[in-house]
């Protein structure tokens, strides 16, 4: 059964950058079937895409954060990656990693989350 | 990218029918069949409960479905429990190749 599990500090100072890894068990994540990407949720907010990863290594970011965001992926680890730089408390929250079905809208398995929090 | 536009909230009586709507525009909903939908219990992670707009993931009761309709994506949960309080978000896909969520519907059973 696939798991996901992400991991990372869960405290990171304003204007550092919030690096994330989600570790993908029980499958591969190279197979080009499957797109892999992250959401996240700010505490007693609302659900917002951060970005998606194929495994060509292509990637698709929310406009709003684009600027600050790198997807990367490892097939070798199998694992892929988040940066977020110039972190701010606005970034605060909790971050899920998934694996959504190609051509599809259907994100069928998804980490348990983890909260990162922006403070000094 | 704007977010798509669900009620605040809702609430109806168990054993009722509620809709849920989910309203974008024809660069996102209107565009594509790629809608799903997320449960969202307090304190808990978000689950999915349809995708491709009327598809449910497997172990999703059948008195959860969906439907779209032009720019609007309709969740409809019939016979309404106790258990399906919660939060309910939707989510697009685009023609700029992203996603958008809605602000998330809080639905109350009386």
């Known amino acids: 059964q696939l798991q996901l599990q992400e991991s990372g500090p869960g405290l990171v100072k304003p204007s550092e950058t919030l690096s994330l890894t989600c570790t993908v068990s029980g499958g591969s994540i190279s197979s080009g079937y499957y797109r892999w990407g992250w959401i996240r949720q700010p505490p007693g907010k609302g659900l917002e895409w951060i970005g998606d990863i194929y495994l060509s290594g292509s990637t698709y970011y929310n406009p709003s954060l684009k600027s600050r965001v790198t997807i990367s992926i490892d097939t070798s680890k199998n694992q892929f990656s988040l940066k977020l730089s110039s972190v701010t408390a606005a970034d605060t929250a909790v971050y899920y990693c998934m694996r959504r079905v190609g051509s599809s809208s259907n994100r069928d398995c998804w980490g348990q989350g983890t909260l990162v929090t922006v403070s000094s | 990218q704007s977010a798509l536009a669900q009620p605040a909230s809702v609430s109806g009586s168990p054993g009722q029918s509620i809709t849920i709507s989910c309203t974008g525009t024809s660069s996102d909903i209107g565009a594509y069949n790629y809608v799903s939908w997320y449960q969202q219990h307090p304190g808990r992670d978000p689950k999915p409960i349809i995708y491709?707009?009327?598809n449910r993931p497997s172990g999703v009761s059948n008195r959860f479905s969906g439907s779209k309709s032009g720019n609007t994506a309709t969740l409809t949960i019939s016979g309404l429990q106790a258990e399906d309080e919660a939060d309910y978000y939707c989510n697009s896909y685009t023609t700029s190749d992203t996603w958008v969520f809605g602000g998330g519907t809080t639905l109350t059973v009386l």
């Open positions: 491709d707009v009327s």
